[in-house]
């Protein structure tokens, strides 16, 4: 995972992927007014006092403040990794559609060390490294060839003139799909709690990582009270 400095606020991702804060609206300013009007205040300034206050109020979980802050993220994922991300409803989610344009050839291949075996038992999983180097090799080969040959078809079948949204259908998992996500603070932390998390799944573990750092930016007094109460969302 790197920045790419031709882009500001886009993180690179995986092979093909990105995380790109395009817009936010609020501060860490503007949380605090959300919760001063019970009281017909507002503050002009964030002081020690404003940050007393932002503490209070994750410690407490009053919810609705935090949801003054929004973003707008311009996300590249691959699709099981966006599937999972769309199972946070409390956000407003736009996609590339394989109906009307033609995908890329964009697919996921894992790192050696992202190749893992799980271990446990359901509810007790845990996700170890491959041991052997070669099982690692012939896994990451695998998994490039059978992409490689569904997205041949793809293409085989839109020369033949069918329709993208019948050639679409062999399309795997692992191809990379492009999102508008628009959420709030409030339901973003939600998001950051669960999805990075370390029994989360790595893949989009690393993508809810690219958001925090970002999210970061816009409001750092947020984030570092989320952190001092348990990273658990108000």
């Excluded at 992927?17 to 300013?29: A, K, P, Q, T």
């Excluded at 019948?166 to 603070?185: D, E, H, I, Q």
Aim: net charge negative.
């Amino acid at each position: 995972m790197s920045n790419d400095p031709a882009v500001a606020n886009l993180i690179n991702v995986h092979n093909h992927g990105h995380v790109h804060l395009e817009d936010s609206m609020g501060s860490d300013l503007h949380i605090v007014n959300n919760a001063r009007v019970s009281f017909d205040q507002e503050s002009e300034e964030f002081t020690a006092k404003e940050r007393g206050l932002l503490n209070f109020l994750m410690r407490e979980r009053h919810g609705s403040p935090w949801e003054s802050v929004v973003f707008r993220f311009d996300v590249k994922a691959p699709i099981f990794v966006i599937r999972e991300w769309q199972r946070h409803r409390m956000g407003s989610f736009n996609e590339q559609s394989a109906r009307y344009s033609v995908v890329p050839d964009h697919y996921y291949v894992p790192e050696t060390d992202y190749v893992r075996q799980q271990l446990g038992k359901p509810g007790a999983y845990h996700f170890d490294p491959i041991d052997d180097p070669a099982v690692a090799k012939s896994t990451i080969e695998l998994i490039e060839s059978t992409q490689r040959d569904a997205f041949d078809a793809y293409h085989r079948m839109l020369e033949n003139g069918v329709a993208k949204e019948l050639a679409r259908t062999v399309l795997p998992v692992g191809m990379f799909s492009r999102m508008k996500w628009t959420v709030n603070l409030r339901a973003l932390f939600n998001f950051v709690s669960l999805r990075h998390h370390e029994h989360a799944q790595r893949e989009i573990r690393d993508y809810a990582a690219a958001v925090e750092d970002l999210a970061k930016t816009v409001v750092p007094v947020a984030f570092e009270v989320f952190e001092a109460n348990g990273r658990v969302c108000p």
